[in-house]
């Protein structure tokens, strides 16, 4: 008697359809400029990361008010999204350098459209939060592999150019966000501003599945590293929540304290985790590689000087007396020059210029226009240069100092190596909030003397950091790494 093989042969085939990158139609492939194709794709899910961080916070009422809820306890629909992400972007990223960084990444997009649609049906405070933590995760597949698959699909010498679009579509989505939450708070409520990412979403599924390119390159994992992820996720978690409480997060002291002991404990501990397992989390030796060192060091203060200001100047004005509007629209002067610059520098400097001397232009143009916070007056006329200013020099250093990066990181690697480059640069950014909530409120707001001691305070901050950005760009490689002189 004959078996019945096809319903075996159609579920191996649907098996297949979930666990293997499919290839790109041959008319994508052939394209000379395709590979633009796939770098536009990935800007959808870079838009919609920044989008999604700066649009929440408009939010805070209308939880409040629907959830009556206290506002320490809606911080931590921001808090947790955070912390969740910020764990697990490296593995992630070594999830994906084993599995396919198409597939991760096209699973991470799919998983962040059904949490966010959840998000917005959420029926309380509680269930909301467990469901960003489940668009956090979403979002880590997604940023873990955006910088990667930039860098794989982009020929070498327009490696910098792809990662200055990517870098403009995060700087857009940062500068739309109080623009459009705004508007949605206002007209639709505060479900519509997770709602609005589903539509993108489905989008983005779609394309990535035709134009985003297979994976070439990949890293054999025989087991994962649990133990690795738990150390991991103890350490940044504990880490962040510290800064958190210090700047304001409503902690005891000896809580604080606590933290960052646990931080301090859990850190090395995964160190030494990362030396004895036979299939590692994170691979230690990229971080011996001197592009790497200090291109993360330049990363994590570059972002923490793109997020203080977007902290420090609607606190200075509306305590002013300027509207919520005006300071949002003087805001956007910082994310509008960081796209200008990211998009169009290459334009505008000599091609031959070295990716560590854009790097050290960039640190030093945003470091004077830091310096320039301790002499202007906290008003909409010096603020908005200033903030321009500063957003070009981020657009300069950014994309560079990603290239340096993933130069110097094996192709095989690049999931890893994009996990980390996320990672640090969500470290900057609660950095960033963290240190200058705490200069304000240490300062005050109470008096106009007050105020402007609290721009000062915060000014000295954002200077100190991009002091560190200028330090590790001087201090990274100064010919090109062994993978650009490969070519691969």
Known sequence: ??????PRASGRRGLALLTVERPRPQSIRSRPNGWWLAVATVCFGAFMGQLDASIVTLTYGGLRSGFHASLAAVEWVSLAYLLALVALLVPAGRLADAHGRKLLYLYGFAVFTLASAACGFAPSLTALVAFRVVQAAGAAMMQANSVALVTTSAPRERMRSAL?????AQALGLALGPTV?????ATLGW??????NVPVGVIALVGGHYLLPRTRARTRVTHFDWP???LL???TTSALMGVSAASGLPVPGWGVAVLFALAACAGPAFVRRQRRAAAPLLDLALLRVRA???GLVGALSGYLVLFGPLVLVPVVLTARGVSELTAGLVLTALPAGFALAATGGDRLLPCGLADRTRCLAGAGVFTLAMAGLLV????VGPLVPLLAVTGLGLGLFTPANNTLIMGAIPARSSGTGGGLVNMTRGLGTALGVALVTLALQLAGTATDAALRAGLRWSAVVLVGASLVAVGAAWAGPRGESPRERAGS
Request: charged fraction near 10%; aromatic fraction near 12%; avoid cysteine.
């Open 376 to 379: 202007v007056p906290p008003t």
């Open 181 to 185: 939450g705004g508007a949605l708070v």
């Open 1 to 6: 008697m004959a078996t019945d093989t096809r």
């Open 233 to 235: 996720a103890t350490a």
């Open 191 to 196: 479900r519509w501003v997770f709602w609005v």
């Open 164 to 168: 200055g679009v990517q870098a403009a």
């Open 228 to 230: 690795g992820l738990l």
């Open 292 to 294: 790497v060192t200090y």
